[in-house]
């Protein structure tokens, strides 16, 4: 009797942030305070990707393959996170004549990064 193959990424979102699960046993994770830009990117043929950035170009990839709708419904949370610009994106990843190698930006903080303060040893 064979099972059903494991899947090659398990992802798992939950209010504190996103986690993505690797078949090799590596692991991408990024809080949702942490997040400062979305982009969109992949190929339609393949999989979509969302990819999470911090501040320091840290991030998560999401296949939307392995997003579902808690995933979308935490994106909107963000600050001024527009879901239109979202699907807009998505779809033109999907045209063939898109560039796949471009991430499309489809949102960034609106909240300027907040400066190391000033340390002062003795």
């Given at each position: 009797?064979?099972?059903d193959p494991v899947p090659d990424t398990y992802v798992?979102?939950?209010e504190e942030g996103v986690t993505r699960h690797y078949a090799d046993g590596s692991v991408e994770a990024l809080a949702w305070e942490d997040v400062v830009e979305?982009?969109?990117g992949g190929d339609f043929e393949v999989d979509v990707h969302y990819i999470l950035l911090?501040?320091?170009g840290q991030g998560c990839v999401v296949p939307r393959s392995a997003t579902d709708a808690s995933f979308l419904t935490r994106l909107r949370y963000l600050p001024d996170f527009d879901l239109d610009r979202l699907?807009?994106?998505v779809e033109r990843v999907g045209e063939e004549e898109q560039d796949l190698d471009v991430d499309v930006?489809?949102?960034r903080s609106?909240?300027?990064?907040t400066p190391l303060p000033?340390?002062?040893?003795d």
């Open positions: 009797m064979h099972g798992y979102v939950t979305v982009r969109v911090d501040r320091d699907a807009v994106a930006v489809v949102w609106p909240d300027p990064p000033d340390l002062e040893y």
